[in-house]
C-alpha cells in the first residue's frame, strides 16, 4: 500500500492549491488521516488532521485558510489551502493510519511528499 500525494506547485501570495492523497490499491478503511509539511532546516509540523468520523484539528498557523477533508469512498484525503502565504513554502507530506482489511492490524503510511511552493 502506498499513500499518493498531488496538487503541489508554484503559486502567488493570496493563491489557492488543493492537494489530494489516495491510497495505491482498495484497501479496507483509512482512520485518522492528516497533512504534515517540512521547510528547508525546519522538523515536519502538523497542517491539519481528520478523523474518519469528519472531526478535524488545524495548526494555528492555518486556521481560517485551510480546509482538510476526505472521501471515504474514495480513501482520498484533500487539504484546500487559500490566502497562501510565503511561509506556506514546504514539502507537504500525507499519513493515514490503514487498514488494509477488516482484521488487519492499522498501520501508518506515509505519502511521498508534494513541494508547495508560495512567492512573494
Known amino acids: 500500500v502506498q499513500l499518493q500525494a498531488s496538487g503541489g506547485g508554484l503559486v502567488q501570495a493570496g493563491g489557492s492549491l488543493r492537494l489530494s492523497c489516495e491510497a495505491s490499491?482498495?484497501?479496507?478503511?483509512?482512520?485518522?488521516m492528516g497533512w504534515y509539511r517540512q521547510a528547508p532546516g525546519n522538523l515536519r509540523e502538523l497542517v491539519a488532521v481528520i478523523t474518519s468520523g469528519g472531526s478535524t484539528t488545524y495548526a494555528d498557523s492555518v486556521k481560517g485558510r485551510f480546509i482538510i477533508f476526505r472521501d471515504n469512498t474514495k480513501n482520498t484525503v484533500y487539504l484546500q489551502m487559500n490566502s497562501l502565504k510565503p511561509e506556506d513554502t514546504a514539502v507537504y507530506y500525507c499519513?493515514?493510519?490503514?487498514?488494509?482489511?477488516?482484521?488487519?492490524?492499522?498501520?501508518?503510511?506515509w505519502g511521498q511528499g508534494t513541494q508547495v511552493t508560495v512567492s512573494s
Open positions: 499519513n493515514g493510519g490503514v487498514k488494509v482489511t477488516r482484521m488487519s492490524v492499522e498501520t501508518v503510511y
Open positions: 490499491r482498495s484497501i479496507f478503511r483509512i482512520n485518522d
